[in-house]
């Protein structure tokens, strides 16, 4: 092969390659072209993604908020069912003696 020769194969091989990638870009650039109707439906497909993120967070605060109050209830009725607890013990502890006592009067 002389140099002639060799320089027109060269010249076939890259004019070939040019063409694929030329070709590749084409058919990259064809597939993953986006039309404005499909813009259009991406931003509201977009707006609808916001609003419902928004609603999301709405919604976790409103449950924060909720449970908050509900630790707070929960709290004021475990003391309140303390006291109580307290006070029945008492009751019973003052039934208990004044039984007691009813007992030591009628054994008298």
Known sequence: MNRTEFIIAVA???FVAFILGWFASWLVNRFTR???AEVGEL???AQALHEAEETRDQAITYLQQREAEMTNQLSQTEAELRAAMDGLREARREA???RAYVEQINAV
């Open 12 to 14: 076939i091989i890259l």
């Open 34 to 36: 986006v039309t404005k």
């Open 43 to 45: 931003d509201k497909l």
């Open 96 to 98: 208990e003696e004044l």
